[in-house]
T-cell receptor, first 114, second 110 residues
Framework: DAGVTQSPTHLIKTRGQQVTLRCSPK?????VSWYQQALGQGPQFIFQ???????QRGNFPDRFSGHQFPNYSSELNVNALLLGDSALYLC?????????????FGDGTRLSIL | KNEVEQSPQNLTAQEGEFITINCSYS?????LHWLQQHPGGGIVSLFM???GKKKHGRLIATINIQEKHSSLHITASHPRDSAVYIC????????????FGEGTQLTVNP
């Protein structure tokens, strides 16, 4: 039973570029949440996707956008990259928006901006 | 002030010691989560609780809803317990969206 998988594991970009990160949820899960974790900090909620729509959003600018596909996988897109976007990006999946359930996390994508 | 506060930030223990990590929160919650993060980055859910106490192996988690406080205990600590332990809460109206504390870096020396 595959867990949550994220790709790529590491990525290096320069300021101003655009990046796409990918997440496949655990089998049987239909909800994907994205988090940003800066070094030495706890993760911060970016947004959640369910039924191919953004259902909740944290305090992140419009440069951060996402998408969910019919197979429940998800992408996180970040435009006009800033140095401050360097972080570990975590994807978490759950079922039916996760009410009353623990979430399952991937190993993350480490994004470095030069 | 963060909605979820953890203490201590760093903790060093000798193998076999009893360890306690504390978490306080300031918002209404539907559940509190304890998670473990290893250096590679992946996060594993240890406990999800909304009242009382849960135990799994050498790990025990307790929560006091009235005081908005939770503790994670590790009995007979071992070097393989070395990791970052993170407290997170699901808000009363925010579904599965988690608000995290900053984590406690635990190092257990042999």
């Amino acid at each position: 039973d595959a867990g949550v998988t994220q790709s790529p594991t590491h990525l290096i970009k320069t300021r101003g570029q655009q990046v796409t990160l990918r997440c496949s949820p655990k089998s049987g899960h239909d909800t994907v949440s994205w988090y940003q974790q800066a070094l030495g900090q706890g993760p911060q909620f970016i947004f959640q996707y369910y039924e191919e729509e953004e259902r909740q959003r944290g305090n992140f600018p419009d440069r951060f956008s996402g998408h969910q596909f019919p197979n429940y996988s998800s992408e996180l897109n970040v435009n006009a990259l800033l140095l401050g976007d360097s972080a570990l990006y975590l994807c978490a999946s759950s079922h039916l928006r996760g009410w009353g359930q623990p979430q399952h996390f991937g190993d993350g994508t480490r994004l470095s901006i030069l | 002030k963060n909605e979820v506060e953890q203490s201590p930030q760093n903790l060093t223990a000798q193998e076999g010691e009893f360890i306690t990590i504390n978490c306080s929160y300031s918002v209404g919650i539907s559940a509190l989560h304890w998670l473990q993060q290893h250096p590679g980055g992946g996060i594993v859910s240890l406990f999800m609780l909304s009242s009382g106490k849960k135990k799994h192996g050498r790990l025990i988690a307790t929560i006091n809803i009235q005081e908005k406080h939770s503790s994670l205990h590790i009995t007979a600590s071992h070097p393989r317990d070395s990791a970052v332990y993170i407290c997170a809460v699901s808000g009363e109206t925010s579904g599965s969206r988690l608000t995290f504390g900053e984590g406690t870096q635990l190092t257990v020396n042999p």
